[in-house]
């Protein structure tokens, strides 16, 4: 049989569970991300000795298929528990019923074992899926790429996922039913440490939903102590053209209303803008396929709000895919 060729936008984590599954069925696998990094929102930003794990906060494992990948990752030291001290508003709240996960030493640590022994192309990024008698071929910032894709597998966010694919069928005309939410995120290190009498806050009102002690994480840098903070969706929609000093800013003052209290200088601040970060009205599938054009997308937003639901997403494409061209039985015997 002729090598079949997939290509996979996206390295987060539906991208790379998409791409590891076609993998094992001996495709060949090229993988398109247009940060440098991987991971997508598991992200830790790191400064000299200051570390943000400024997406994602931590994960958690219900899925037997997830739960499994998980206690991998737990025994190669890829993966650590995060037990910290929790307030909602002004009442302490009881600890998870279920366990928080994070990566190590950052949070993008969670998807590099299943980018092992995939072609990964970072800081590409594809502007224009393009059909051919013979399949796909891609058109990025780095120009047309001289090669044809047997399929293809979009996992980036709804909005971006629907520019590039209800162009070429009307099965992917549903992706503009997903509403996704921005959120700005603080981040910001105190030297000396501040106490705030918890190690992660929520507040149900307000600009700030989350404040994270990201210093009190196994594995992260005691000092300085750094901080991270979560706008609300609303105030983040409202702000979303801010700039980022403007944005850290303001963010540390409202940090400094919900406490009551002046906190200190700073000695670093900083913010991000997600303009795609949460899944407020999922689509309803575990993932979106066209079987004439042997193409779909993949991710939380399918789903649920969740990492695990990215991972879950992007197997099952993978698997629709597989079908699609003939490979699922190597699916099976492997």
Known sequence: MDEVRFAVIGAGMAGLACAHELARADAKVTVYERSRGLGGRLATRRMGQLAFDHGAQFITARSHTFNRYAEIALRAGML??????????DRAWPAPI????????????????LARNIEIQSGIAVHELIPSQRGWELQTDSGRQNVTFRAVAVAIPAPQASSLLSPHGRSFRQIADVRMAPCWTG???FDPPIDIGADARRWTSGPIVWAACNSSKPGRPQTPQCWVLHASTGWSREHIDLDATEAASVLLRAFEDNLGYQLPTPVHRDAHRWRHALVERPLGLSCVVDEELNAGACGDWCIAPRVEAAFESGRSLAHSLLSMVGLASRMVRS
């Open 80 to 89: 650590d528990a995060w037990r910290p001290r929790i307030m909602e508003d």
């Open 98 to 113: 279920e366990d928080w996960w994070i990566g190590q030493p950052g949070m993008s640590a969670l998807v590099r074992p």
């Open 187 to 189: 981040m910001f290190a």
